[in-house]
């Protein structure tokens, strides 16, 4: 088994060249499965936790993170990247704090976001938000953790432009972070544009569906690729349809479609 600090040596190697597939899994047994698959690295997915909580996505505490990310890194032999949403704070110091909470867990990289969970003002003030990722930079350099800084902004997803959104990846950078992410992110042109501006800082691009392949996104000059909660969706989708044949018509076809329990014993077992 590797420990904390050869994760995190071998997390931030993966971001030096090329470009990964960091996909997410949202409890223990998804990512021991992942390992077994032969991924490199993980990443948390908030909107999962969320979703194995009975909850909606940003409905779990930060407590309720801290031992999703404990039970996580435990489970694999790989590096952990935590999906932190806003760090559970507004203010830089209650960031600089909580980020290091979230480094206590073996996490080897975290993100943090520019979402203020207010719809009526989707994101924190530009200066603010700058604060934010320089704090939480500041808290990990000073306790001599070296866990991959992620900033993103989530901008796009509340009908802001391109301009905006790589304007403040631009800042993030200079505040500390080690990769930058914008969610909403689609277009070849707008990616390769955001690629250029933050150059050499890796960008972390998010796919929830069929679109750009690995190659593609990697000629773009994207260093990693996470999916979101599309995996968790995605195990949702053929549990409703198994679970709705049975209530709407009392069949269980869909029931063969699963993957047998044998195997699932033999890939947890390899995990």
Not at 40 to 62: E, F, H, I, M, Y
Request: charged share 20%.
């Amino acid at each position: 088994m590797l420990d904390v600090a050869q994760k995190r040596a071998a997390f931030r190697e993966l971001h030096k060249e090329g470009c990964f597939i960091i996909p997410n899994p949202w409890d223990a047994g998804s990512a021991r499965l992942l390992q077994s698959m032969g991924f490199k690295a993980v990443a948390s997915t908030s909107a999962g936790l969320a979703w194995s909580l009975g909850r909606p996505d940003n409905g779990v505490s930060l407590k309720d993170v801290l031992t999703h990310l404990t039970a996580l890194c435990a489970a694999v032999d790989l590096p952990v990247n935590a999906d932190f949403e806003n760090a559970f704070a507004r203010e830089p110091e209650g960031v600089a704090a909580n980020v290091l909470l979230a480094a206590a867990t073996g996490v080897a990289g975290l993100s943090v976001e520019d979402s203020t969970g207010d719809p009526a003002n989707p994101l924190f003030e530009t200066g603010l938000a700058i604060e934010r990722v320089r704090a939480a930079r500041q808290a990990l350099d000073g306790a001599g953790l070296d866990v991959v800084l992620v900033a993103r902004t989530e901008g796009l997803l509340h009908g802001g432009n391109l301009d905006d959104a790589t304007d403040r990846l631009v800042a993030f950078a200079e505040a500390g972070a080690d990769c930058v992410f914008a969610p909403g992110l689609r277009n070849p042109a707008d990616i390769e544009v955001l690629v250029k501006a933050v150059a050499p800082l890796p960008v972390n691009i998010v796919v929830n569906g069929p679109g750009l392949t690995l190659d593609e996104l990697a000629e773009l000059g994207v260093r990693r690729i996470s999916v979101g909660g599309s995996l968790a969706r995605a195990a949702y989708g053929a549990f409703l349809a198994a679970a709705g044949q049975i209530a709407d018509s009392g069949a269980f076809a869909h029931l063969a479609d699963g993957v047998a329990g044998r195997r699932l014993n033999e890939m947890f077992a390899e995990g």
